[in-house]
């Protein structure tokens, strides 16, 4: 297990070895998610309050149906909250319209799901490279070169999804996420369609994105394996965060 490369403060800690106190890039407060199908409400999130420090690389943990998937869509501007305030990089994405929070979403999230959802018709460097062609987030060449060597994808570049291994197509799809340097990758279990081996490649990439290139990541995994390349683990429960102790 590599130690984590930074230390970050706690609330009870307000500065940090004599620097200026990091403020989080995301911070929930109380927040609350209620789905209402017909006359029935489920109360996915029940009061989280989090917070999140650049360069952190944080998993989370908890039975299937604890809201964490709800969690990821809410903090990422996926989905509006019922109540509370998530604010992100500065910005309060409760009080939003949906169309500057799609805005701020594309600019300032990198999301990466179970399923990959590559489009099929297009080849790896498409899959990359679309959202910035469509939304002109100023495509940068030199960062697509380096996310594409990082990522060992430099030779696979003219596949589409279906030549491509499982793994291949996460990397894609990790890569799809980072090449606009978002502020935060937000995975939901990245690995839970891999094999062993392909699982721990793309583990090893993410905590790589995390050391080398200061990437801050939430990771959602069922497997304390997988969620301990994270430097703390917050565990969820019945739409609550329970615990978000350290794991070094
Ligand atoms: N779109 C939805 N409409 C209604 N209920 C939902 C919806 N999405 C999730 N839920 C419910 O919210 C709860 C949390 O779900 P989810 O966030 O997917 O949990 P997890 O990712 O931890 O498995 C579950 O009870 C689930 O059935
Ligand atoms: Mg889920």
């Known amino acids: 297990m590599l130690k984590p490369t930074r230390i970050f403060p706690s609330s009870n800690s307000p500065t940090l070895a004599g620097e200026r106190l990091l403020e989080p890039i995301l911070q929930t407060e109380n927040l609350w998610k209620v789905?209402?199908?017909?006359?029935?409400?489920?109360?996915?999130?029940?009061?989280?309050?989090?917070?999140?420090?650049?360069?952190?690389?944080?998993?989370?943990?908890?039975?299937?149906?604890?809201?964490?998937?709800?969690?990821?869509?809410?903090?990422?501007?996926?989905?509006?909250?019922?109540?509370?305030?998530?604010?992100?990089?500065?910005?309060?994405?409760?009080?939003?319209?949906?169309?500057?929070?799609?805005?701020?979403?594309?600019?300032k999230v990198g999301f990466v799901f179970q399923r990959f959802n590559l489009l099929p018709t297009l080849d790896a460097y498409h899959n990359i490279t679309l959202a910035q062609h469509i939304h002109g987030n100023g495509f940068d060449p030199h960062r697509f070169q380096v996310v594409a060597d990082l990522l060992g994808l430099s030779g696979r570049l003219k596949h589409k999804p279906s030549e491509l291994s499982g793994g291949e197509q996460q990397r894609v799809a990790l890569a799809r996420a980072i090449v606009s340097e978002p502020k935060i990758v937000l995975a939901d279990e990245p690995t839970g369609n891999l094999d062993t081996k392909s699982s721990e490649a793309v583990l090893g990439l993410l905590r790589q994105l995390n050391q080398d290139l200061g990437q801050t990541i939430v990771m959602i995994t069922h497997n304390p394996e997988a969620a301990a390349y994270g430097h703390r683990v917050l565990h969820m429960r019945d739409g609550e965060v329970v615990d978000g102790s350290s794991v070094h």
């Open 35 to 107: 789905y209402r199908q017909g006359k029935v409400e489920v109360p996915a999130l029940r009061g989280v309050s989090i917070e999140i420090f650049p360069g952190e690389f944080v998993s989370i943990m908890g039975p299937s149906g604890c809201g964490k998937s709800t969690m990821l869509h809410v903090i990422g501007g996926l989905a509006q909250a019922t109540s509370g305030r998530v604010l992100l990089d500065g910005n309060d994405l409760t009080t939003m319209s949906d169309s500057a929070r799609t805005l701020l979403r594309r600019h």
